[in-house]
């Protein structure tokens, strides 16, 4: 097969700021052309003894003892409210790594003006600038703070090294490198000018108001794809991060400064969420909700926009991304070495909290036997603690929260006559939030715990009879109302062309021989339809241009001299 590869590809900026050059009469903007290359970032091994290694102990050292304080930063004006809040270690929740403070009403209220007043002036700001702006703050994470947003991401969010180094790293610098790329192939449009008469063309302006980005914990990279993809494209943004993620989301806040985001383009809101909800709807200046998080939360804004429909400006753009019930479906002639590693990675990495994760798999009885095995086996060489070990391969749950929501899933497991716990199932939160990766084997394939988002270390399997197989692939789109990754497992093509068809609804990521996590930006744009999301595909080439306004300008160089038309004149 021929791969692509976009390792060598460059790209050209373009600048549209200067206005007046005749063009046939015209006065559309020139352009200017800078040339860099690009390219994913590369992902870094640790492996003992590295350079990358060294530096990250040291990172993990120096952090481990502070407690960083962290301020509202409005108009860039630093501000502590009278609430005080405290971002722990998941795995070990005595310990804090950063003291932070939440924005009241009136101080969103703030925000939203600081953000308004900036959002035009940020907007004159060409794009040659912005883009120069953006991939020095690339450089800044690829480099001088690499190793202090992985740290951070470890220490607060309980991810391993490589989890950290995938993430709030590699994917982080792309997201920013990568929007750009998309970007400047957008701007090579140029609308049909038919003749020398007119010339027609096309600008992408900022959305008139502000946008509201509202970000997760479990990816340090989306909160800063979520905040500063709508900022390159000229618009002013209330930045309100997981109170989970506070720490290395403020890490990406401080670069960006750094790197020459002006003061007010970005505002940095930790909030209690309804607050934040029900102000930011409240004001006629909305232009753009970017989430990631839970439906229910999605959905409350989406009424509250709703519901407040009549008193805004412009209609708000919803771009939400809300998780998923992810599948692999093995065929009796998948490799079962495959789906056994591969579903080990997918549903206990992160303990399971990727939108992405496998959480379901359904299983041929003829290969069950084997698998089972396998999987049993693997799990029991897994290590849980804390991510500074770097001999772990899984830390802590996020929060007290989660650990209760996910282990009342084990404990249904426990109680119910059709699901039997075949690995793991334990769990303790005296120190850490720590569950054990935890395999449930079910008769019922429609059982909550085949159904329902869990969002922790739990895989439910369901064995098949292989005579069954179409009723079962029936099963895939029916049972849950998710449709995010999937992924199926076979040797037989004529059956894996037939899934591929069959499947076509049931996930916006779709792999084959491959496990059901581990999108890479500008390779496999993520997003799910359905309850999953907008399907907005962050990391492909239209998700930039869905935070732009774009205006049509048609130039005419000939005056018009009558009214009416050849025809009339008969």
Not at 4 to 11: A, G, T
Request: proline share 5%; aromatic share 12%.
């Amino acid at each position: 097969m021929k791969m692509l590869s976009l390792c060598r590809q460059s790209f050209v900026v373009v600048n549209a700021q200067k206005i007046g050059t005749k063009c046939f009469g015209t006065i559309v903007p020139t352009t200017k052309v800078k040339e860099f290359p690009l390219e994913n970032e590369p992902i870094l091994s640790y492996k003992k003894g590295s350079k990358e290694r060294a530096e990250l102990e040291k990172a993990l050292d120096k952090m481990t003892c502070e407690c960083e304080e962290i301020p509202l930063v409005i108009g860039g004006k630093e501000i502590k409210s009278n609430v005080v809040k405290y971002q722990v270690m998941p795995h070990n929740h005595q310990h804090a790594v950063a003291k932070y403070y939440y924005a009241t009403p009136d101080l969103i209220q703030k925000a939203i003006d600081a953000s308004v007043k900036m959002q035009r002036e940020w907007e004159k700001v060409p794009f040659e600038k912005r883009f120069e702006i953006w991939l020095k703050a690339a450089d800044l994470m690829s480099t001088k703070y690499r190793q202090q947003l992985n740290a951070a991401t470890m220490l607060g969010q309980s991810k391993t090294a490589i989890q950290a180094e995938i993430d709030s790293a590699a994917e982080l610098i792309d997201f920013f490198k990568i929007n750009g790329y998309f970007l400047k192939e957008a701007l090579k449009y140029k609308p049909i000018s038919p003749n020398k008469e007119t010339l027609n063309s096309m600008r992408y302006r900022g959305m008139d108001g502000f946008v509201a980005a509202v970000s997760p914990f479990n990816f340090t990279a989306i909160g800063g794809n979520l905040s500063y993809t709508p900022a390159l494209m000229g618009n002013s943004v209330l930045w309100k991060p997981s109170d989970t993620a506070v720490l290395s989301n403020w890490w990406i806040y401080k670069i960006c400064r750094e790197a020459g985001v002006p003061e007010g383009v970005v505002n940095f809101v930790p909030a209690h969420g309804p607050d934040f909800g029900d102000t930011i709807t409240a004001s006629p200046y909305l232009s753009g909700i970017n989430f990631t998080g839970s439906v229910a939360t999605f959905n409350r804004l989406w009424s509250q926009v709703g519901k407040n429909i009549n008193k805004y400006k412009n209609y708000p753009k919803m771009i939400g991304e809300c998780g998923g019930k992810n599948f692999h479906f093995v065929h009796p002639s998948a490799d079962p070495n495959s789906v056994v590693m591969g579903t080990i990675r997918s549903s206990f990495e992160f303990n399971g909290q990727k939108c992405s994760a496998c959480s379901r798999m359904y299983v041929p009885e003829s290969l069950w036997s084997e698998i089972k095995a396998g999987l049993l086996c693997t799990r029991d060489k897994l290590k849980m603690g804390d991510p500074r070990d770097f001999s772990m391969f899984l830390g802590a749950v996020i929060d007290a929260t989660a650990f209760k929501r996910i282990t009342g899933y084990i404990e249904h497991a426990k109680k119910s006559p059709d699901l039997e716990i075949i690995g793991g199932g334990g769990y303790d939160d005296s120190c850490g939030y720590f569950i054990e990766p935890t395999i449930v084997q079910t008769k019922n394939p429609k059982d909550k715990i085949m159904t329902e988002e869990i969002f922790g270390p739990v895989l439910t399997i369901y064995v098949y009879k292989d005579s069954q197989l179409d009723e079962t692939m029936k099963l895939v789109e029916s049972s849950t109302p998710y449709a995010l990754t999937g992924a199926i497992f076979s040797q037989d093509e004529k059956w894996a062309i037939r899934a591929l068809e069959e499947f076509r609804y049931t996930s916006g990521n779709f792999y084959i021989n491959d496990k059901s996590t581990g999108s890479v930006v500008g390779q496999q744009p993520f997003g799910g339809s359905r309850m999953s999301g907008t399907n907005d595909k962050a990391g492909g080439p239209h998700y930039a241009l869905r935070w732009a306004s774009p205006q049509s300008i048609k130039e005419t160089f000939v005056p018009l001299k009558e009214y009416d038309y050849d025809y009339m004149r008969s």
